[in-house]
């Protein structure tokens, strides 16, 4: 496998960030929400993104999901440079590879949990039956099968999470990109969505990155980001002391 792009990549990795910066204008202002960041992502490993808000979270992980282009710096996700991609094959490897959960759910309204949990089957080219049925068992999992036929406007705010979360599993994405992924839930089915997280998402081939503000799951970390000001400020296994 070719290197040469990225330094210092280890070909075994998720994900190999390196020098990422993100500029956003405001106005007449450039404001840099991250500076270089460097940081490796293990393969088996459930990963944790904790920082202040505004600290640069989001677009991080935006970054590292193929939805935010770098202003500067190269990510590389299993083995391929995906800001090298074109357009088309930055989608299509989206959707072979990455399953992301967001802070707004984006259900198609018009169509009911079980098949907006099918979404990236169908996109891929699955019958829409057989596709709902395996959405359905994603569904069960998360333990909201008898919502199965529901429109989202039907749905409780921590229901359609679920269904979000289900549509990012449903294809067994590779990489796992989730923001704040039990902010609406309570603590039993916050444990529920974690545990399948890591059911689904960590394997030796794949890697979960999470941003969370939930301190009642930070123990469930294989290794734990503390993102401030647009830096990485801490990198272990345990949240920083005085936390
Ligand atoms: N599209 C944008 N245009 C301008 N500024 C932006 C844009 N997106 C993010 N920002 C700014 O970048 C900074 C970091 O935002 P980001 O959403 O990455 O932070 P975060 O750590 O995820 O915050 P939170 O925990 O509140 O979600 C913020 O100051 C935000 O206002």
Same mark, same amino acid.
């Given at each position: 496998m070719d290197t040469s792009a990225i330094g210092g990549c280890a070909p075994e990795a998720a994900i190999c960030a390196r020098g990422v910066t993100r500029d956003f204008t405001s106005g007449q202002q450039v404001i840099t929400v991250l500076h270089g960041i460097d940081v490796d992502i293990q393969p088996g490993e459930l990963t944790f993104v904790v920082g202040e808000s505004g600290s640069g979270k989001t677009t991080l992980i935006s970054i590292m999901c193929g939805i935010l282009w770098p202003t500067k710096g190269d990510i590389r996700v299993f083995g391929t *440079?995906?800001?090298?991609?074109?357009d088309t094959d930055l989608v299509n490897f989206r959707l072979e590879n990455i399953g992301f959960i967001f802070q707004q759910y984006n259900l198609i309204p018009s169509i009911d949990a079980a098949s907006n949990a099918a979404v990236p089957l169908i996109a891929k080219g699955m019958d829409r039956i057989e596709a709902r049925e395996k959405a359905k068992l994603m569904l069960e999992k998360l333990n909201i099968l008898d919502q199965?036929?529901?429109?989202?406007?039907?749905?409780?705010g921590g229901q359609q999470q679920r269904v979000a979360i289900a549509r990012a599993l449903v294809h067994e994405p590779r990489l796992v990109v989730c923001d704040?992924?039990?902010?609406?839930? *309570?603590a039993n089915s916050g444990r529920r969505v974690m545990d399948l997280l890591r059911e689904v998402?960590?394997?030796?081939d794949r890697a979960c990155i999470i941003v969370t503000h939930?301190?009642?799951?930070?123990?469930?970390?294989d290794r734990i980001l503390v993102l401030e000001d647009g830096k990485i400020t801490h990198d272990g296994t345990d949240m920083p002391d005085g936390h």
């Open positions: *440079d995906i800001y090298d991609l074109s199965a036929d529901k429109l989202p406007s039907q749905l409780s704040e992924p039990t902010a609406a839930l *309570d998402a960590v394997a030796e939930d301190n009642r799951v930070f123990d469930l970390a």
